[in-house]
């Protein structure tokens, strides 16, 4: 057990993807590193355990991805992604720092693979982690121990003791006991609020009684809401996240990847009322997969379909549950408990207006309605072999944007605009910095890493004056 009493160069709060990298960090550069995990060794990692890629800006292939991916691009592509709604400064610094973590990563250990083919259409852009997260998690914990990070699991970070924008110590709670940890630096990195049900109902009211939950039970906001009520400038708007449609039968926290429905594009989408409400066709997967979950969310009951037929059933990845099935559209709509005549009508009315055109899911294809409302503009297809199929969905609240306010060197800003004497974030308790709103595969972890690495170095920067 790491000996609590010391005094530290850099306590990280945190055992994901961004605290990893700043332990790592701020180790190389010569710091004593505290890493506090609330988890327990088991699963430790948060949301990073569910990954699978990174984006980062490239100038030509390499082994594991299949062309260049030049930072202009990158950025237009968040520019689209966020609607304009970024620190442009921030997030430009973002993408460029992203082309050496590309090879830093691998530095540390962690192992890329080349991308999987599908609807994911990320070959290009996205380095996969060979094993997923959890593997390159385990690369990251073992090149930190290796270096002589000291990590405390089951240790809360409960309260901060905060003067003036200066840290001087941690309530953490550890096999229930309390201690104050002190360091002469702290750095951030302990996830979003999306687990915290209640916070979340401030924004979306009841409704959030039914968003589940796709990664850790605790990224509950506890040291986001501490450093807000402690004087930390507050961005990003609490009702942004990253939300996905994701199987209504999954549990209630860490579903992860597996509860993930792919087939939005495959099919229609109906909601209680058995009514279409969305362009199910508007983008390529990667673009617009996690608009879904926002668009669930407001539907009445917080519920939708995703219904489609067995000419489609083996063109996506198959999830933890197995679609209903039934005979016949009536036959599907009771299995559901949907208006068995208001179900007909949408999918022969969707048939109707299916006009014909050659079908490829890998492209903006030109298989699309006409003078429907609204319409599917891409992969449209008649619904119309048995046996028919459908997924129930509900939003999956990936993380939170709701954010500390940082500068290019990690370092929090206060309420008067001053930065901090000595703390910094790094990860999703910072995203809303550059994300605005939207979002684009692998841009999470690309936040952590990034300003990850940037803050365990500044952090030893910091400790060391
Ligand atoms: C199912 C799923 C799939 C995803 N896939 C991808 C992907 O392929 N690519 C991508 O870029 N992004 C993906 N994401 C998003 C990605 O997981 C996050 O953006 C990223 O992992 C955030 O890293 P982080 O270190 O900030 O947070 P996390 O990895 O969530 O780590 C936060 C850590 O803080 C700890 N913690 C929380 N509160 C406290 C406290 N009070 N005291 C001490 N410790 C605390 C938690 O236990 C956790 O270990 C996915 C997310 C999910 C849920």
Partial sequence: MADLTRKYDVLIAGGGNAALCAAIAARRAGSSVLVVEMATKFYRGGNTRHTRNIRCAHDAATDTLSGP???EEFFSDLLAVTQGQTDEALARHMIHESKD?????PQQGVR????LGGTLSLGRTNSFFLGGGRAMLNMLYLT???LGVEIEYDAEVVDLDIDSGMFLSAAVQRVGARHAVRAATFVAACGGFESNIEWLKQYWGAAADN??????PNNR??????LLDRGVQETGDPTQCHAVAIDARAPKYDGGIITRHDSVIFGIVVNRDAQRFYDEGEDIWPKRYAIWGRLV??????IAYIIFDSSVVTMFMPTLYPPIAAGSIRELAGELTLDPDALEATVSGFNAAVRPGTFDDTILDDCRTEGLTPPKTHWARRIETAPYYAYPVRPGITFTYLATRVNKESRMLMRDGKPSA????AGEIMAGNVLGRGYAAGIGMTIGSVFGRIAGREAAKNARN
Avoid: C, H
Wanted: glycine letters at 6%.
């Fill in 69 to 71: 991916y030049p930072e």
């Fill in 101 to 105: 973590v590309l090879d830093w990563l």
């Fill in 112 to 115: 890329f693979q080349p991308s």
């Fill in 144 to 146: 930190a121990e290796t």
């Fill in 211 to 216: 968003f589940l939950i796709r990664g850790t």
């Fill in 221 to 226: 906001g506890t040291v986001l809401k501490l």
């Fill in 297 to 302: 969310a407001a539907q009445p009951d917080q």
């Fill in 422 to 425: 000595n703390m910094f974030a």
